[in-house]
């Protein structure tokens, strides 16, 4: 099994910054697809980015590009995501999952591992 806990939530004030970070562990993952989804209070959860393990190629959501970077630490087995310009609509609970066939899709059902989750809470 890969495990993943995510770290790094808070309380932030608008136009301000946050880094989450995954730690990955378990099974061999270099293949995979590593994604970030956010969940606002009642509504579905979405897609916000995904990496490549592999060659490290990315994709954002459109609500979040040129605000958002995901990367990934081989030595350290993390995948990262710096949160810039932060605004209220990007509060809710974000967490990370990994997709095994490394398509790294905005689709959350075909991801396979999912972490805990960590709270992103972005005041006007």
């Known amino acids: 099994q890969v495990q993943l806990v995510e770290s790094g939530g808070g309380l932030v004030q608008a136009g301000g910054s946050l880094r989450l970070s995954c730690a990955v562990s378990g099974r061999t993952f270099r293949g995979y697809a590593m994604g970030w989804f956010r969940q606002a209070p009642g509504k579905e959860r979405e897609f916000v980015a995904a990496?490549?393990?592999?060659?490290?190629?990315?994709s954002y959501a459109d609500s979040v590009k040129a605000r958002f970077t995901i990367s990934r630490d081989h030595a350290e087995n993390t995948v990262y995501l710096q949160m810039n310009s932060l605004k209220p609509e990007d509060t809710g609970v974000y967490y990370c999952?990994?997709?095994?066939?490394?398509?790294?899709?905005?689709?959350?059902?075909?991801?396979?591992?999912w972490g805990q989750g960590t709270q992103v809470t972005v005041s006007s």
């Open positions: 990496i490549s393990w592999r060659d490290g190629s990315t």
């Open positions: 999952a990994a997709d095994r066939d490394g398509l790294g899709t905005k689709n959350r059902r075909l991801y396979d591992y």
